[in-house]
């Protein structure tokens, strides 16, 4: 069981970059999917996350408006596209995939936007912005 996040790199402000998360050992139709990432110094933020159908997608206020989550389910693979990005969005950023998150909110946060909920992660792929 593994997940491969790739497509991080190097962007100038307002440019875009596209995240891919790859599965290998299982099918990842059956998982949410949740995007996280952790500055330096920082704590770990969840970014976004899709349900196992697609249907429903989550966001951070901080990327809402500018990236995208989606699903190709007969790729194995979810997706974050990343417009607009700003120095802000400089981060390693982490893909995870686990059971359908409870339909819960925490301090107005939805629950699938924090780690909990997720039993498989991947090692991670560095995005850096500059201004």
């Known amino acids: 069981v593994q997940l491969q996040a790739s497509g991080g790199g190097l962007a100038q402000a307002g440019g875009s970059l596209r995240l891919s998360c790859a599965a290998s050992?299982?099918?990842?139709?059956?998982?949410?999917i949740g995007w996280f990432r952790q500055a330096p110094g920082e704590e770990r933020e969840g970014v976004s996350c899709?349900?196992?159908?697609?249907?429903?997608?989550y966001y951070a206020d901080s990327v809402k408006g500018r990236f995208t989550i989606s699903r190709d389910n007969a790729k194995n693979t979810v997706y974050l596209q990343m417009n607009s990005l700003k120095p802000e969005d400089t981060a390693i950023y982490y893909c995870?995939?686990?059971?359908?998150?409870?339909?819960?909110?925490?301090?107005?946060?939805?629950?699938?936007?924090?780690?909990?909920?997720?039993?498989?992660w991947g090692q991670g792929t560095q995005v850096t912005v500059s201004s």
């Open positions: 899709i349900s196992t159908s697609g249907g429903s997608t």
């Open positions: 995870a995939a686990g059971p359908e998150p409870l339909n819960t909110y925490y301090s107005g946060v939805y629950y699938g936007l924090f780690a909990a909920p997720y039993d498989y």
């Open positions: 050992g299982f099918i990842l139709e059956y998982y949410a």
